[in-house]
DNA sequence: CGTACGTTTGAGACTCCTCAATTTCTGTGG
DNA sequence: CCACAGAAATTGAGGAGTCTCAAACGTACG
């Protein structure tokens, strides 16, 4: 999941199996490479919602902030994923969107989905299958925020950033990259910054995992799996109906 | 929005103009009206997902149960809403949905979907909007559980009501209805049902609203607006794109 | 090498939870 | 219409978890 084009279609395989002419059909979609700076805010709430986005190369997330100042972050975005198309059907974005750091995004124009709907309901039904499962992942979230420990809260988030790091390369092992700040993790979990960090703190005591420079070190998988009542591997629920 | 048909294509309405053949077409897909009793789980968990469905009666909810034992409800549909759409391009059941009081449903098999697909791109496009209309509900209270207080969380799903309930029938003027236990808003909010009695004790006795018999009294709808921080009104951000 | 940012640690306060007892509501049968 | 049983809601008291504020420490970058 490189700079290289073909993004899409290698996201879109993670639904359904693509013929080679569907593969085209998708990959020509794909707008060319825009570089995003770290922090920089792409995508604000309220804006006008024209197209939607590939991650080709970074990290990425989108967020709300509050009246009160607080800022909540919704959606948590790694290379080769598919960025705003919820946002498909209406004018303005519900959300804002900001890189985690250095990257590049391949814009679509929301008229090139239309398109896809006319010509192809296999790939219209995979369009709808990224969507639900992004919205799988936003109810798992909400399940799992609203009445957890902070423990089970960022059990739960590290683990499901595991698995979609492993839903996208097999060969990973125990350590997988986890570019947010304390901070962004606080704002992602609806915890202080400083009870992530105590959180944190006690995992790394318990020998379950360490964190150094953005990446996880996990010592202890199923320590965490268990910490977070994680009920199973969404990406293996979830099926295409051929 | 009866037992009589036609509640598919009232839906629907909500997010762009109807053409009578589309109405029909869609008024079409609708089986018949299921009767459910109170309290009837008719889809569970990992059940196969075959079809969704269209509420013409009574209200129902979606929910997840936990390991250890705690209940999640995550959507909360009234009367005319569509339930299940979101699972389309999967097998499985994502959620249980049980209902809230007696009621009825009417079944449309996915297949009859995929038809729809082929013959218009407009409905497609209505399709999509349905379903991100409930991801932008469902991200919205993602918001506002995670890091709010109980008063702030409780104004919020009130106020979520009141507005959608305004928006199926113009005429509410400052009662409407609420047919959850004070159990089922705990569990929507990820509060204990003590602290939600507590909260709209408080509320009570400072004048914003009064609850009686599955009926909510708003006596100041602009108190509760603020208290839950409501940035905008969701349905009329919402439109959908021509 | 200095500055800015992110992380860690400590102390006290507050919100919300749990447990338990009591009261009110709702529906049913006499 | 009233009596009763079961469910739902209220109220109280004590405790656990997380927050805020503040200071010290570590790390990255100019």
Redesign the pocket.
């Given at each position: 999941m490189g700079q290289q084009e073909g993004c899409l279609s290698q996201h879109f395989k993670h639904y359904g199996r693509l013929s080679d002419s569907e593969c085209r059909r998708l990959d020509g979609l794909e707008g060319p490479a825009l570089a995003m700076a770290k922090g920089q805010v792409f995508w604000r709430e309220g804006d006008a919602a024209r197209e939607f986005g590939t991650l080709s190369r970074g990290w990425a997330y989108s967020f709300r902030d509050l009246a009160d100042g607080?800022r909540h972050i919704l959606e948590v975005f790694m290379p080769g994923d598919v960025i705003g198309l919820r946002e498909f059907p209406f004018k303005q974005r519900l959300s804002s969107v900001a890189m985690l750091e250095d990257g590049e995004i391949r814009l679509t124009p929301h008229r090139r989905l239309i398109e896809i709907f006319r010509d192809s309901s296999r790939l219209t039904s995979l369009c709808f299958a990224v969507a639900s499962y992004q919205q799988a992942l936003l109810s798992e979230r909400l399940v799992h925020l609203s009445?957890?420990?902070?423990?089970?809260?960022v059990a739960y988030l590290l683990f499901e950033l595991y698995s979609r790091t492993k839903r996208n390369d097999d060969s990973i092992e125990d350590r997988f990259r986890v570019p947010?700040?304390?901070?962004?993790?606080?704002d992602a979990l609806?915890?202080?910054?400083?009870?992530?960090?105590?959180?944190?703190?006690a995992f790394?005591q318990e020998g379950v995992l360490r964190?150094?420079?953005g990446w996880v070190h996990l010592l202890d998988p199923g320590a965490l799996e268990a910490e977070g009542s994680i009920v199973g591997h969404l990406h293996d629920e979830i099926e295409l109906v051929e």
């Open positions: 607080t009445r957890r420990s902070a423990r089970q809260r947010l700040s304390q901070q962004q993790l606080a609806g915890l202080s910054p400083v009870h992530v960090s105590r959180t944190l703190t790394r964190r150094l420079r």
